[in-house]
């Protein structure tokens, strides 16, 4: 029988979107949580506070330029990078920044901002200053860019020891053109996707009014005999005018396949009906015909020298579903077909859409043998509070590692 260990993850996530007023705060050091290795920025409008949006009134062929404060508060150097992308709008809701060099669209192109990169040292501040030209004829409304700063360097989450991370702060810039104003959402046709964590129900939206909004709905799912199967609320988060998104609802139950029909009523914060469907048919797929979202991409399995002393484990998986919250990776270990032991790659760090791979220096309890290794790869998700685990992916002989 093999046994059980776990192990530290060398995982480079993803960057980190932090929107709100949370300052920026990374240990330099492993584990570290002394005051002195703290990594902390602030972003912020000239005159504002920390993660504070732009907010600025302009008329139809106004131009103006607006400047951003970088500060270090903490206690060693930080390199910094800022810039400015497209924006879009997240399902149910928030600001999405594309990534830096995507083409500008919309009022994204208003905006006049040179990517910079600088250190800002200790108790220091820099500013970063950027113009905005409001076409002629623009019509009245509000108009939502953004600009982001992230770290250049990826540093180890404080209190952790197994993340490393880069924390990117983004500021929206909202441009408004003074006149009449309205939210109005417009539905798409729903369709039915059946992801890990069971049935979500997807509407597209379109905020077709030219001001932000954001409320609640309310969806009851139907049976062909009209009898009320599910009833669920959503609330959102900024939908952005003139720009279109998804609501995603989560159904409780999984039901058999066929027929549905559905409603969906939706006001705003003061209760002001911003649209509805009704009774619109929606078809729910048989869940044996789906594809798992998440997906084996690759493995190398590398030794460090001839005699083997350790290998260098690099495993990467995909996920196009929803985000795993609570993963367990485990790298199963075998020499000539027998198990040698389950290697945890990674527990508890959420996986989220896109690829994600697991790095990992591995040497087996006893030390490499003479034999053939091969290896497995198993994909969990542990439920809070408790030992239950479902089962995501599971791959045998993922690769091959041959030991004089």
Known sequence: M??????????????MMILGTVPGVLAQEQGSTDPDNEILFVARPKDGEDGERFSVEMAPGESKTLTMV??????????????????????????LLSPEGAELTGASAWMSFEPVTQVVDPGQSQEVSFSIDVPDNTPPGEYVNAVAVETV????????????????????????????????????????????RGPMI???VQNTGNVRTRGEGTLTLKDNTGTTLATETLYTSWLYGGFATT?????????????????????????KDLGSLKNVPVEMPDAGALSNPVKFESAEITPNADPIQFANVAVTISNSGD?????????????????????????????????TTFQQRYIPLTGFESGTYTFSLMVESVAGGSDATTMILSVDNIATLEVP
């Open 2 to 15: 093999g046994t059980r260990r776990n192990a530290l993850v060398s995982i480079l996530l993803g960057l």
């Open 70 to 95: 970088l500060e270090n508060p903490g206690t060693q150097p930080i390199n910094l990078h800022s810039y400015s992308s497209s924006v879009g709008v997240a399902p149910n809701g928030g600001l």
């Open 153 to 196: 360097d990826a540093f180890d989450v404080q209190g952790s020891s197994n993340i490393k991370q880069r924390l990117r702060k983004v500021l929206a810039v909202y441009v408004i053109v003074p006149g009449p104003t309205e939210a109005k959402l417009s539905f798409g046709e729903p369709v039915v996707e059946l992801r890990a």
């Open 202 to 204: 997807v509407i597209p």
């Open 247 to 271: 609501l995603e609802v989560r159904l409780k139950t999984v039901f058999p396949p066929g027929e549905y029909s559905l409603d969906l009523g939706f006001v705003d914060e003061e209760s």
């Open 323 to 355: 985000t795993i919250r609570s993963p367990k990776v485990t790298l199963g270990v075998y020499r000539d077909d027998e198990l040698v032991e389950d290697f945890v790659l990674s527990e508890g760090a959420p996986i989220s859409q896109g690829e």
